[in-house]
């Protein structure tokens, strides 16, 4: 996440402190305590995440969930008088071999054992399918929830609020809310009959019920933190969010109409603590910590075995090596969602190579972890594109192609959106944000004129708001795969050293 955003946490901490909660209609009674914990957007990452570089400990892995295991354990274990709440924000799925082999089944499994209380659906949740969500639903101990997302002909199996009543804590009352992007950040023929409604407007009809039979009103939220905001600015009754989707990492709470929302970055790599107490008859902040999970936190020894035979299952024979790559192939947000990357170079490249096509277009999104520089394995390829993803080529006007690029530049940088355009054989530039202009390899684009393009199947499909990618004419499905092409590339021998070379120019704001 940005420093910015950071800075934003720290200040408020000092707003936060002055809150008092007038509008709760239940009185709890003095001496009743709760901690609260949360993490979110896990996405598979049952053990230490080696892909990221945010650990204290160079060469160190931080994460993996026996050592949330602990860090849970620990805070349960200091009072055990004191009621603990365990909620977990959205996006349990997508990102790892085990995710992609085992569909979950594990998470929910260790979830359970971790003790979780409560989770709200994110949009990750439909990637392997509706049937696949439905399971997982079941098989959990813990409730799914979602007040705004609904499906047809079959509902699902999660439900929209639930009240906690723990012996000397306060009643809590939980309202889940997902981001609409569950409709189109998956693959269209996972969304077949799910609609999404305004999550500001179930909020709106919601909330009041719960403010009645609750001390405390949390949105347990999937929607990021501009749709945290906005919701808190405009329903009122809400004592808190919890929230996901974006990955951000806040020190402290961000303040929006007097509601402290949290977030707790990603993969499992943090995990927030907020604990409260009644003073007055309402329930109020006394402390807000996130808890860094790394290697200074000792593993749960049962956890950590059992995480080690699911991935050991997962990647037997993976560690093959394909190739080198001379340059990091970053999958970070920071790097591939707001602008020009290695990564989508070399994709879009290849694929325009192979297919012969004018223009390649890649949503980065599709790039879910980062290649480091040296040698490349069959893991590593198939962990940076879990999704299966084919090439489809077919046919584009000028026109279509320029639309496609207004909305992509039209995405907020800020959010990291998944949406946003790498590209191969045009260059386009974005003004705040808007498309200030895009031109051919070979010259101008023609509005009238049929372009051979190659994309995702995923895109092919109007996944991410590209409606207008389904209007491609003669669309054609190559059969092969994005990750495939990739070890193709790598077994050749070729050297892969992509580099920037200005096709994506983002002018300031």
Partial sequence: ??????????????????????????????????????????????????????????????????????????????????????????????????????????????????GVDAAVMGNHEFDYGQGVFRR????????????????????????????????????????????????TGTHPRNALGVSVEDPVSVARRLVPSLREQADLVVVLSHLGL????????????????????????????????????LQAGDRGRWLGR?????????????????????????????????????????????????????????ARREDIRRGEAVFGNLLADLAREVTQADVALFNAGGFRATIPRGPVTLKQVYQAFPFRNELVVGQLTGAQIIDALEHSAALDPEDNPGGFLQVSGLRYVIAGRRLDSATLNTGVIDPEQVYRVVMSDFLAAGGDGYAVFTQMTAPEMTGRLISDLLIDTFRQGQIIAPRLDGRIRRQPF
């Fill in 136 to 183: 997982l639903a079941g098989l959990a101990r813990f409730p799914f929830l979602s007040a705004n997302v609904q499906t047809h002909p079959e509902p699902l199996p999660v439900r929209p609020s639930l009240i906690l009543a723990r012996p000397g804590g306060p009643t809590v009352a939980l309202l889940g809310l997902t981001t609409p992007e569950l409709t």
């Fill in 274 to 330: 907020m604990d409260l107490a009644c003073q007055n008859g309402q329930m109020q902040r006394t402390a807000y910590r996130l808890l860094p999970v790394d290697a200074s936190i000792a593993e749960d020894p049962e956890i950590a075995a059992e995480v080690t035979r699911i991935v050991a299952e997962a990647e037997a024979g993976l560690a093959d090596q394909v190739g080198v790559t001379d340059v990091e192939l970053s």
């Fill in 226 to 261: 501009a749709e945290d905001r906005r919701l808190a600015e405009a329903v009122p009754g809400i004592d808190l969010i919890v929230g996901g989707h974006n990955h951000h990492v806040l020190d402290q709470p961000v303040m929006a109409g007097g509601v402290p929302i």
């Fill in 1 to 114: 996440m940005s420093l910015p955003l950071r800075r934003l946490g720290l200040i408020s901490v000092c707003l936060l402190a002055l809150i008092v909660q007038t509008s709760v209609q239940a009185a709890c009674r003095t001496g009743e305590a709760l901690t609260l914990l949360h993490f979110n957007d896990f996405h598979g990452q049952l053990a230490p995440d080696s892909d990221s570089d945010s650990g204290p400990e160079p060469g160190i892995p931080p994460g993996g969930l026996a050592r949330l295991a602990t860090l849970v354990a620990g805070v349960r274990a200091e009072d055990p008088e004191r009621p603990v709440v365990l909620l977990f924000a959205g996006d349990l799925l997508q990102g790892t071999m085990t995710s992609s082999l085992f569909l979950g089944i594990p998470d929910v499994t260790l979830f359970d054992r971790i």
